[in-house]
T-cell receptor, first 111, second 119 residues
Framework: AQSVTQLDSQVPVFEEAPVELRCNYS??????LFWYVQYPNQGLQLLLK??????LVKGINGFEAEFNKSQTSFHLRKPSVHISDTAEYFC?????????FGTGTRLKVLA | GAVVSQHPSRVICKSGTSVKIECRSL??????MFWYRQFPKQSLMLMAT?????????EQGVEKDKFLINHASLTLSTLTVTSAHPEDSSFYIC???????????????FGSGTQLSVL
C-alpha cells in the first residue's frame, strides 16, 4: 500500500526567506508525485508534478521540488517566499487510478 | 489519522445510466465536503462544496441537475452523475474538512478517487 507523510502541519516563515515543505512517501511500485496548493476558499491548484525524467521539477510561482528515490522524498522548495504564498500545500502520489494525499502543510508567511 | 473513504474506486457504465459515488469520513465529522473532477493531464477542478443539511454550492459551469450532491450526514456525501455520457468520463475525488483540535483551523482530507468510464 502507498502512503504519504507531511510531517509539518504548519510552517511559519518570514517574507523573502527560503522555505522547504517536506513530503515522504512509501510505495512498492513506481508512483507519480504531485504538489497541490489550496488558497483560502479555493479549490486545489497543481503546483508541479513528477512523472519521470529529471528529478528536479520546476512548477508555478517559483516553486520547485526534487524527487529523491533513495530517500523516498519529494520536498517542495522556494528560495524566497511572498505573503501571497500563504496557503495549504498538499503532497500526493498517484498509482493506477488512485490518489493518496498527505495531510497538508499550512505555510504562513509573516511580514 | 483521519480517513476519508471513497467508493467505488472505478466504475464503468453505459451511456444514459446514473452512477453514485460515496464519500465517507470514517473517524471524524466533516463540517464540509468537496467534490473535484480531474481531466487527463490536468489539475483537480472543484465542482461543488456541500455542507451537511444544506444545498451544495456549485462552481460556475457545473450543471446542478447533472451532478447531484447529497450531504445526508456529517460523515457521508454522495455525488450522483445522472444520465451519464462519455464526456462525463473522468476522475472524481472527494475531500472532507475537519475542524482540527489544535490551532482551531480546519484540515482537509481526501478520498482516493473514482475513475468513471462511460461507454
Amino acid at each position: 500500500a502507498q502512503s504519504v507523510t507531511q510531517l509539518d502541519s504548519q510552517v511559519p516563515v518570514f517574507e523573502e526567506a527560503p522555505v522547504e515543505l517536506r513530503c515522504n512517501y512509501s510505495s512498492s511500485v513506481s508512483v507519480y508525485l504531485f504538489w497541490y496548493v489550496q488558497y483560502p476558499n479555493q479549490g486545489l491548484q497543481l503546483l508541479l508534478k513528477y512523472l519521470s525524467g529529471s528529478t528536479l521539477v520546476k512548477g508555478i510561482n517559483g516553486f520547485e521540488a526534487e524527487f529523491n528515490k533513495s530517500q523516498t522524498s519529494f520536498h517542495l522548495r522556494k528560495p524566497s517566499v511572498h505573503i501571497s504564498d500563504t496557503a495549504e500545500y498538499f503532497c500526493a502520489v498517484s498509482v493506477a487510478y488512485k490518489y493518496i494525499f498527505g495531510t497538508g502543510t499550512r505555510l504562513k508567511v509573516l511580514a | 489519522g483521519a480517513v476519508v473513504s471513497q467508493h467505488p474506486s472505478r466504475v464503468i457504465c453505459k451511456s444514459g445510466t446514473s452512477v453514485k459515488i460515496e464519500c465517507r469520513s470514517l473517524d471524524f465529522q466533516a463540517t464540509t465536503m468537496f467534490w473535484y473532477r480531474q481531466f487527463p493531464k490536468q489539475s483537480l477542478m472543484l465542482m461543488a462544496t456541500s455542507n451537511e443539511g444544506s444545498k451544495a454550492t456549485y462552481e460556475q459551469g457545473v450543471e446542478k441537475d447533472k451532478f447531484l450532491i447529497n450531504h445526508a450526514s456529517l460523515t457521508l456525501s454522495t455525488l450522483t452523475v445522472t444520465s451519464a455520457h462519455p464526456e462525463d468520463s473522468s476522475f472524481y475525488i472527494c475531500s472532507a474538512r475537519r475542524r482540527d483540535r489544535v490551532g482551531g483551523y480546519e484540515k482537509l482530507f481526501f478520498g482516493s478517487g473514482t475513475q468513471l468510464s462511460v461507454l
